[in-house]
């Protein structure tokens, strides 16, 4: 453990000194100077005097110099506030100017701005004669084009029909190629001068000959298309008559299940359904379901019924041929015990016999 230093107390740091200090009062009231004197030999104080002058000048000097001052007070803030209104009426003329200005500009502006209204006015004026004739122009290109487009459709339907035709015109020509091709060659096998023969030349006969097969040809036609018409007229006929004939035979079917099923009410009526005569074709039937359901119903529980008698009765069979065996069974023990005892005394018998 550390040891701590002596101390020395001869040390001239480590002593306290202690001195009487003087006291400095500044004096501004005049006073005694033998009190002045005595004071400074009973106390350590100094007096230090400010005021050398005598009380009464002090005061005239001091009120002479407050009204100087006040009145120099007063200049100074009348100065101050002379400026101030001066700097004031400047500012107010410098806003005045420029509120002048800006109403010049404000003016301007409204000039440029009615002349740009009117311009804009006479812009807008313009653009609507623009629209309206632009307007018409397009409803009488609108009308133009529809009109167009139905005679684009109805060119297209033309042209669709003369293609149909010129491909029917076409397939006729390709069948009556063979009628050309068969003329070029009988003109190649006529002779030269076959026209100057006149009605004896061969070409007449011919040609009769075809305008008879076309006469019989056209009647056949007109034949056929009679014959055609009296056929479909028989089978509208026919239709007809099956039809009649499937109504009347619906009719019939439905006369008889219509008395079917009034037969078969009378025969399945119940009386909650109220009286046979006044009761609906509908309702009697949900009344024979309902008949039906109980009977089936009945003869459900009726089975059930008889199956559960049946088998008690072939319990009471079992049991009766279960006693009968039992039975049997002990006759056969009695009968099995009495032929050992016989054949016991047989045998002692025999036995006794052999021993004699």
Known sequence: MDMPLPLNMDDPRLQLKVENRLKNIFVTQLEDVSLLHKKEHDENVRHIPVITESSSRVLDTGVNTLQRTLVLKKQVHLDEVNRQLMQKEQEFKGHMQAL????????????????????????VEENEVKRC??????QVQR?????????ISDLSAQLEQLQIRHQRLKARVDKHKIYEDY???????????????????LVMPI????ETL?????DLLQRLASVTKELDEGQHKLDSLKQEHNTSKLAEETGSLVIAVKHLGQ???LQHYGPLED????VMMDMIKEFIVEKVDMERRALRLTASGSEMMKGSANRRREGSEVARNASSKVHLKSTSKASGKSDSLSSSKTMQ
Do not use: V
Not at 133 to 138: S, V
Not at 143 to 151: I, R, S, T, V
């Open 279 to 282: 009761m609906d074709m509908l």
């Open 100 to 123: 002048e200005q800006k109403w010049s500009q404000l003016q301007h502006k409204q000039q440029e701005t009615k002349d740009k209204a009117a311009k804009f006015e006479k812009f």
């Open 143 to 151: 009308k133009q084009n529809q009109l167009m487009e139905k005679d």
């Open 183 to 201: 003329l070029m060659k009988i003109l190649d096998l006529l002779p030269e001068k076959y026209l100057e023969c006149g009605a004896e030349s």
């Open 133 to 138: 004739r632009a307007l018409k122009k397009y």
């Open 267 to 269: 025969q399945c009526y």
């Open 207 to 210: 040609i009769r000959r075809h």
């Open 214 to 218: 076309s006469i019989t040809q056209q």
